[in-house]
């Protein structure tokens, strides 16, 4: 024990007088990947382990802020790679020709087809309601809806989870959507900025449920021990959140890009995923899932937006999202 | 010699002409109030801007130097003290716009403190003086100061009848030799104390007058001053 | 040709403070307007958030001032034990950032909170604070104290002998010096009010309870971060501006100019001392309204202070000298306008409080972006923007005791050759020394929980001590979140107190 940490300190030492030559990756991401809690700081040593690089994060707020901030920083950004886009916003990143193939193909584990030559998925989940265990659940959004039961969520204009239920409204109602947002205004407590608000205030017990992912339970229930959180099964079936990762095509890292993308999607990197990022990996590590992962709800119909059909819908949606809970 | 040469101030609708020279000793400048006598201090001191005329004292033009760079001492109304600071560091200021003052500045200091009769109190902040202790500290700024002009822009009024002539008498024995020009609106202070009277009515600061000269014969602005029928 | 020099010195510090100002409000908009492509304009939905706007922002001001007079009288006329931990806690408020006091106003008025919780118990119907009025009751929450603290100020200024003259005249001391006084400071104070929820963003957002919440900073954000389209950004960020000067413009008009006349500061004394119940009701509202919610902060945090991880302790000290830096800054550059004063400074005194910080921080963005790594100059410009936002408070404190400074010792000081820096720091510094200290303390305090620029600047290595609070919660980490949430009220509180402390310390008449 003794000896190895020894040696971790000894390369440790090397590392840092061998820095002023080493090449850096810029990897721009949303916070809460960065944080200490996040995925980041353990994926940024099991990458520096083999790359012999530095592997620098540079958090960029909400998920929703990320693409605003690269518009804003152009074709002069830093980034060699952003991280943490989801197939909502995809859309729109391809349209600022930033970004370039990421030449990974790799055989991932996700419950749709995937095909985008730009955007390489990390991991994915689950959008859904999650309550307290004990309580009645609810069993659709048209239930909710005709329910009495309180809801939290968050804005599609700021926050991703918002955006997922705008899409999965529409993607289980179509032209029925705005109807079922009416039905549900008197169920919706407030809309929140982003997550960490409306789940902050689902725990103080200011609604019976809160917008967020399916996994949720599964932080109470393997970081807290504790299992008073459950999930919502809908019968429409749960809009998934696919986070994407891609290259930009300014880089001058493309080699170190190229093997952060393919590392992305290795054991390394993926078996970091569930317990940090509270996700489903896009691609299961041989040692398969943690213990929880196997009590957490798995939709029956698993609903997604192409990144093309979600950009095309988004501004009508957001419209009868806004009408109805103007009223 | 102070000399004011074709003085003009102009004022809204008021205006003032001052045309006279002032030797040195004690001149006191009286004349119905509203007259303009601070007024006329004021552009002696170099916060009034004058329509024309030139200020000089002996043989140098000082019309248009800052308030500090005439060789001019001043007495305020009130606030002549800053209260946050000690009876020594207000004399001090008198020696120059810094705090820092050199050893034989000190002793200055605490000859002055001595000399208007404030010993001991030093290091007190002026709320801790009475009002006369108040303009004896003042006093003591102007004799450190040691600049051949003073103005007096009655500065013992809220003093009581007992102590302001007592204050008269001191400044009266301290500034002796220099050119005092006093500000006041009761004329037994200038008989008092004043060598000679400037009268400032209707507009015009008259050229000094011996002060038992003017009492004896006042001229009919002066007698319409103090009350006395023509 | 010399004086003028002088001159020309003795004013640039002024100079300087209003070209940063102008520089950090409208050149920070032209900059983002520079960026823009030709968007969409300003939609029927962006107005419905402009009235929207409007109408929160003037029910704020005029409930905070409404129920600041009572306790202000209350606080100007009695004396008792802990009234000037009173007045300390009612700066807390306005200190704390948004999501603590937020989540602190839940914990009481909330579905679950304490409030409903005994209605429920008496077979009383639940209350929602979700809405226009839980909008408002948040932005009471923040600006009473100020409100409280700006029309005591008032208050204190009465000469004691007005009191004396009017007690010996046994007239209304309501009527021929309250009014008055009140007709001169309440303007002010609804300006103020006015202005801070005029760019509301968080608070609207949270408890507004939807879309039709939607005030002209969020649909700035909006713009910014999901449109992407900066040119209705500029737009909305012009019309903010132009809220906000109109209501400044507004404001002036109807203030009476002729101030209370000078005392000598002796302690008031007063004879009329109204009814005791009455004002033991306005400070035991005030208290109770502003403390429970303060309160259950503590008790939410005290848990998670023992549970957090070193990057908190590391970006409190971060966050400390980032305050503690723009706290110095924002009082330099207030005196400096202050020494000048004038409509200019009462201009620039009023626009960064219109301004919007999203754009301000944008605009910032774009211009350092092309130059230098925002990273490396996260936390200068943080303490730059700090100040500047803060000043507007730091010039209403300041300026008053300023020009009275410069009344009563100007001629004085001119005559001993006091200037620069020795009028400063002989005479207008000790002069102005409470107000100062209250203005340092303030800058501090608001430095602290602020979480603007810092947020599109910051790597981890910068984060400030909200930014990781946020980051926390963002992680599953809720506990630990609300113990950083404590944490940053302490320290914010903390820093206020020293500050204002120092500058009564030893305070002389």
């Known amino acids: 024990m003794k000896t190895t940490y020894s040696i971790g300190v000894a390369a440790a030492l090397c590392a840092t007088s061998a820095l002023a030559e080493t090449p850096v990756l810029n990897v721009m991401t949303y916070d809460s990947f960065v944080s200490d809690w996040g995925p980041g700081p353990a994926v940024e040593a099991a990458f520096e382990e083999v790359c012999g690089c530095d592997l620098v994060f540079t958090g960029a707020g909400d998920g929703a802020a990320l693409l605003a901030r690269l518009q804003l920083e152009g074709k002069g950004t830093e980034a060699d790679i952003v991280l943490g886009l989801d197939t909502n916003l995809t859309a729109a990143a391809r349209e600022t020709g930033l970004f370039a193939p990421h030449g990974v193909s790799a055989d991932l584990d996700l419950p749709i087809a995937w095909d985008d030559p730009e955007f390489l998925p990390f991991d994915w989940g689950y959008f859904a309601f999650v309550g307290n265990a004990g309580e009645d659940a609810v069993t659709s959004l048209r239930a909710l809806a005709e329910s009495d039961t309180k809801i939290l969520i968050q804005d599609p204009r700021s926050s991703t989870p918002g955006l997922g239920l705008l899409m999965w409204v529409k993607a289980a109602y179509g032209d029925d959507a705005a109807g079922v947002w009416a039905d549900l205004a008197d169920n919706i407590v407030t809309v929140t900025p982003g997550w960490s608000e409306a789940y902050g205030l689902f725990l103080e017990g200011e609604a019976d449920a809160v917008l967020s992912y399916t996994t949720s339970p599964a932080y109470h229930l393997i970081a807290e021990e504790d299992d008073s959180k459950v999930t919502w099964a809908f019968d429409e079936g749960h809009y998934m959140q696919v986070e994407v990762a891609g290259k930009l095509a300014g880089t001058d890292q493309s080699e170190l890009a190229d093997q952060f993308l393919a590392f992305m999607v290795s054991d390394g990197f993926q078996s970091i995923i569930p317990t940090t990022n509270w996700m489903y990996p896009a691609k299961v590590p041989a040692d398969g899932l943690p213990d929880g992962f196997d009590t957490l709800v798995t939709p029956e119909t698993a609903l997604l937006l192409s990144a093309d059909d979600a950009a095309a819908a988004r501004d009508a949606a957001l419209e009868e999202w806004r009408a109805a809970l103007s009223q | 010699m102070l000399t004011l040469d074709g003085l003009r101030i102009f004022l809204g609708a008021f205006q003032l002409r001052a045309d006279l020279r002032v030797e040195p000793g004690i001149t006191a400048i009286i004349g119905p109030s509203g007259g303009g006598k601070s007024t006329l201090l004021s552009a002696l001191a170099g916060f009034q801007t004058l329509a024309a005329g030139r200020i000089s004292w002996e043989g140098q033009d000082i019309t248009a130097a800052a308030p500090h760079a005439r060789p001019i001492s001043m007495l305020f109304q009130d606030n002549n003290l800053f209260p946050h600071l000690s009876i020594s560091q207000n004399v001090g200021l008198g020696l120059g716009p810094n705090l820092r003052l050199a050893g034989s500045d000190k002793d200055k200091v605490a000859e002055a403190i001595r000399a208007v009769g404030l010993d001991g109190m030093a290091d007190r902040n002026p709320g801790a003086l009475s009002g006369g202790q108040q303009s004896r500290a003042a006093l003591a700024r102007v004799l450190v100061a040691h600049r051949p002009i003073v103005l007096l822009d009655e500065p013992f009024a809220a003093l009581g009848p007992g102590l302001k002539a007592e204050m008269l008498d001191l400044t009266r024995e301290k500034l002796s030799g220099r050119t005092v020009l006093m500000v006041t609106h009761d004329p037994s202070d200038a008989r008092q104390v004043a060598d000679q009277v400037i009268l400032l009515a209707d507009n015009v600061a008259a050229t000094p007058v011996d002060t038992k000269e003017m009492f004896a014969n006042p001229p009919d602005a002066l007698r319409a001053y103090l009350g006395q029928a023509g | ?509």
């Not at chain 3, 968007?39 to 409007?54: E, K, L, N």
């Not at chain 3, 700090?386 to 001119?414: E, H, W």
């Open chain 3, 1 to 509: 040709m010399a004086r003028g020099l002088v001159a020309v010195i003795n004013r640039l510090p002024a100079w300087l403070a209003m070209a940063l100002v102008l520089g950090l409000t409208f050149g920070t908009l032209a900059a983002v307007a520079a960026r823009a492509e030709l968007g969409r304009g300003v939609s029927s939905a962006d107005w419905a958030a402009v009235r929207f706007t409007i109408t929160q922002a003037i029910a704020s001001a005029l409930i905070s001032v409404a129920l600041a007079v009572p306790a202000a009288r209350a606080l100007a006329r009695r004396s008792f034990r802990g009234r000037r931990a009173l007045i300390t806690l009612m700066g807390a408020p306005f200190l704390l950032p948004v999501i603590v006091a937020v989540l602190g106003l839940l914990a009481v008025f909330g579905r679950g909170g304490v409030l409903n919780g005994a209605l429920a118990a008496l077979g009383f119907p639940q209350i929602s604070i979700y809405g226009f009025w839980g909008v408002v009751l948040a932005h009471v929450f923040f600006n009473l104290p100020l409100a409280v603290r700006l029309i005591l100020q008032g208050w204190q200024a009465i000469p004691a002998e007005r009191f004396r003259l009017t007690a010996s005249l046994n007239g209304s001391v309501f009527r021929l010096l309250e009014v008055p006084m009140l007709a001169r400071v309440v303007p002010g104070a609804l300006l103020v009010v006015f202005l801070i929820c005029l760019t509301s963003f968080a608070v609207a957002l949270t408890l507004g309870g939807g879309p039709r919440a939607t005030t002209v900073e969020l649909a700035i954000y909006q713009a910014i971060q999901f449109d992407f389209d900066l040119g209705r950004a500029a737009l909305l960020a012009c019309i903010q501006f132009a809220l906000g000067l109109s209501a400044a413009f507004v404001a002036w008009q109807v203030t009476p100019s002729q101030g209370m006349g000078r005392g000598l500061d002796r302690i008031v004394q007063r004879w009329d001392k109204g009814s005791v119940g009455f004002d033991a009701l306005a400070l035991t509202f005030a208290t109770v309204f502003l403390a429970l919610p303060l309160l259950m902060v503590l008790l939410r945090g005290a848990p998670g202070l023992f549970d957090m991880p070193n990057a908190v302790w590391a970006a409190a000290g971060r966050s400390v000298i980032v305050a503690v830096a723009s706290a110095v800054l924002c009082v330099a550059l207030a005196l400096a306008l202050a020494m000048r004063g004038g409509v200019a400074v009462s201009v620039v005194g009023v626009l960064p409080l219109a301004a919007s910080g999203l754009v301000m921080g944008t605009g910032l963005f774009v211009l350092v972006y092309p130059f230098v790594s925002p990273r490396s100059v996260a936390l200068p410009v943080t303490v730059l923007v700090n100040a500047a936002l803060a000043l507007p408070f730091a010039v209403r404190a300041i300026a008053p005791a300023v020009a009275d400074a410069k009344r009563d010792y100007g001629r004085l000081s001119a005559s001993l050759g006091l200037r620069g820096w020795d009028l400063l720091r002989i005479v207008v510094i000790p002069r102005a020394r409470r107000p100062l200290g209250f203005a340092a303390g303030l800058a501090a305090a608001l430095s602290m929980g602020d979480l603007g620029v810092i947020t599109l600047f910051a790597g981890d290595a910068q984060e400030t001590l909200p930014l990781t609070m946020y980051r926390l919660m963002g992680s599953y980490q809720m506990e630990a979140a609300a113990g950083a949430g404590l944490l940053l009220l302490a320290l914010s509180l903390a820093l206020f107190w020293l500050c204002d402390q120092g500058g009564r310390r030893d305070a002389d008449t």
